[in-house]
């Protein structure tokens, strides 16, 4: 499991005293309101900043970090994710997951077949879908419905799934 979590990336600068655009990550807008201590991860590397403030505009949350006063300091972070630790991460509740824990699990189905591991999950409007690719590479999409998955089992590091007729055809 992951130590960091992604919350947004910061997409341009705003303005010239140092704010910058950042398109969310999180489906929790309200987490943004709280968000006290995180870290620009940029390819050269991660810096421990403190929000200052945070204010909406459209689907992006304008945040103003204390270290950075002026767009001149803040502009080379352009580009780059801004993460948080596990500690200031909001909870999850009950039936929610953090997507870097499900990544990697075992798919297992109701009958018990392996049909693969977890590699990705797509974000849609409707629902999520997992991306489950089988040891021949072979990749499956699986909304996440309860009528399609079951339950999960990260001590266990399995999903289990129901194949609904016509899934695994396409």
Do not use: W
């Amino acid at each position: 499991m992951d130590d960091l979590l992604r919350v947004g990336v910061i997409t341009k600068t705003h303005g010239i005293k140092g704010e910058v655009k950042l398109f969310p990550t999180s489906d929790d807008l309200d987490r943004y309101k709280v968000l006290k201590k995180c870290i620009i991860q940029s390819k050269r590397e991660n810096i421990e900043v403190e929000v200052e403030y945070v204010k909406f505009f459209k689907q992006y949350v304008i945040v103003k970090f204390k270290e950075f006063n002026s767009i001149n300091d803040i502009e080379k972070y352009v580009k780059s994710d801004l993460m948080v630790t596990r500690e200031h991460a909001i909870p999850c509740e009950e039936g929610e997951y953090f997507i870097c824990d499900l990544i990697g699990l075992m798919v297992v189905t109701d009958e018990g077949q392996l049909l693969g591991t977890l590699t990705d999950v797509l974000e849609t409007g409707a629902n999520n879908v997992y991306e489950v690719t089988n040891t021949a590479g072979k990749k499956y999409l699986l909304p996440v419905i309860d009528q399609c998955i079951l339950s999960h089992h990260l001590e266990e590091k399995k999903i289990i799934v129901h194949i609904l007729p016509g899934l695994l055809d396409i």
